[in-house]
């Protein structure tokens, strides 16, 4: 078994120190990150706990030895953790390598030891997947409908405590102050941090399959009940503001996570009568000592084969294709700089970003243009967030899509208070969702099929004010093709086509 451990260690040597999240520079870190961050997870932790789960259930996979492998669950499963692993070295993917240690426990198991060993380690191979995270496409759409489940729980339970509240988009005012909902506190790392301890908790109290089952069902509802606790424990809290606060209260929401998960395994223990559970020893078999052999050598091949691979590099960027040349004027309208809200975006990555205002006289209108390359996979610019210009708007109508100026554009009016804006949003270079979500989960934009052709966001925004909806539109309409325009100069020179000289250097944001 040492040989075995050696070259599975030599094979799987990517996953030494392995971070989600090591491409995102506006990642949470410390604590806050560790424990609270939804685009990452806890690797140490998660690491820890698949050890004590392996050596709890290392007996049950040594009574397996000595029976028949099981072909028809070994083969696929070791081909696909093959290759997974070397596709995952060659893109650079460490999250695929994660998925491929998966796949590796449940064929190691049906190799070494058939049905019996394989049962044994389906729950070690299910908990790895924690560590695999959600295609950013993904969880952008669902972390935004989960700040706004978190906003209108926090409302409804203030209203229930006699607090009079406010609500406007993601923001939360009462007598106390001005709460922010962001994605951190939209709940999604709660979650999943409870749903890994009924995990650990089913096989610490070696809970009935049923019992295990039905709690972690449970789990998902006690996560919110917990979330929107922790909402209401910081809204009441005037030092919350504080990180440490912040974070000291997180915590204490899940040890009570943790609390209430025995609770509600006390309730099931009621309803569902199942016998304790006995686990009856049997001997371990004669150990399959040219299994174990094949197995090690293959884990050796594998990481030799990665290290005769190169990890495939990107060409250079093209440094043609910048949005710092963008226009900064347009037919009398002159613009400066506007910060970016990063709190509201959150997850919502670029790999560059230009934010406007362009003003003439008493009007204005904001220009916000998002690009990414597909050279990371940290965070995708696909998200419902784009169309708001920041924190605090709703939608109020959705006028659906319109063609103006040749450009398709979807015709929106959000409200925060009493402002009210008419904004035109429009993406180009975007694949349909499930296609983008298996392109960021494979790493096909890391390899020879990437795509040349960048992703843009667009999002033009204007008061609507006493001059009314129809002004609004002719402002955004005559920034149509100023835009489409200046993203298509862009275009021709990354081409190599001569373009106009552009009138200014617009200002763009870091990569995030």
């Not at 994660?98 to 049905?115: D, K, M, N, Q, T």
């Not at 969880?139 to 209108?152: F, G, K, R, S």
């Not at 974070?247 to 899940?254: K, R, V």
């Amino acid at each position: 078994m040492g040989a075995l451990a050696v070259g599975a260690i030599a094979a799987y040597h990517s996953l030494i120190g392995y971070d989600p999240d090591w491409e995102n520079a506006d990642a949470l870190r410390g604590a806050e990150g560790a424990l609270f961050s939804p685009t990452g997870s806890s690797p140490e932790i998660v690491f820890a706990a698949l050890l004590w789960l392996v050596w709890a259930r290392a007996p049950r996979v040594a009574e397996g030895f000595g029976q028949r492998p099981l072909w028809w669950v070994a083969v696929p499963c070791l081909a696909i953790a093959s290759g997974l692993l070397l596709w995952g070295h060659y893109t650079g993917a460490t999250d695929l390598v994660v998925l491929s240690l998966s796949f590796a426990f449940l064929g190691g198991g049906a190799w070494l030891g058939g049905w019996r060993s394989l049962s044994a380690l389906v729950v070690p191979a299910l908990f790895l997947l924690l560590l695999v995270p959600i295609p950013s496409v993904l969880l952008n759409a669902l972390l935004y409908d989960m700040q706004m489940m978190t906003v209108w729980l926090a409302e409804q339970s203030l209203d229930l405590l006699g607090v009079a509240s406010l609500v406007e988009g993601d923001l939360i005012r009462t007598a106390q102050g001005l709460f922010h909902v962001i994605e951190s506190c939209a709940g999604f790392r709660i979650q999943v941090t409870l749903l890994m301890t009924v995990v650990l908790y089913a096989e610490l109290f070696h809970l009935s399959r049923r019992r295990a089952l039905a709690l972690f069902l449970v789990t998902p509802l006690l996560s919110v009940f917990i979330n929107n606790l922790r909402v209401l424990s910081i809204v009441f809290n005037p030092y919350s503001k504080f990180a440490a606060v912040h974070t000291l209260q997180g915590l204490a929401m899940i040890v009570l996570g943790v609390f209430a998960i025995a609770l509600a395994d006390a309730v099931l223990a009621r309803v569902i009568r199942d016998e304790p559970v006995r686990r009856v020893r049997r001997p371990a078999g004669e150990w399959p000592v040219a299994r174990i052999a094949a197995l090690a050598g293959g884990f050796a091949a594998l990481a030799l084969a990665q290290w005769l691979t190169p990890p495939w590099s990107p060409p250079p960027a093209s440094p043609a294709w910048t949005l710092s040349n963008l226009p900064l004027a347009h037919d009398g309208w002159s613009s400066e700089s506007r910060n970016v809200d990063r709190d509201f975006l959150g997850s919502v990555a670029f790999t560059e970003r230009s934010f406007r205002r362009f003003s003439k006289q008493a009007e204005w209108v904001d220009v916000f243009v998002g690009v990414d390359d597909h050279r990371r996979r940290s965070g995708s610019l696909i998200s419902p967030k784009t169309r708001l210009p920041g924190t605090g708007f709703d939608v109020e109508e959705q006028g659906g899509a319109v063609d103006v100026g040749g450009v398709t554009v979807e015709r929106l009016v959000v409200r925060s208070g009493k402002e009210r804006q008419l904004v035109y949003h429009w993406r180009r270079g975007v694949l349909p969702v499930r296609e983008e979500a298996l392109r960021e989960m494979f790493a096909i934009d890391r390899s020879r099929w990437r795509r040349d052709e960048r992703s843009v966001v667009v999002r033009l925004a204007t008061p609507i004010d006493a001059r009314g909806r129809n002004a609004a539109e002719q402002r955004l309409t005559g920034f149509v093709p100023f835009v489409r325009e200046g993203l298509a100069a862009l275009d021709r020179a990354e081409a190599g086509t001569p373009a106009a000289p552009a009138a200014g250097l617009g200002a763009t944001g870091a990569a995030r």
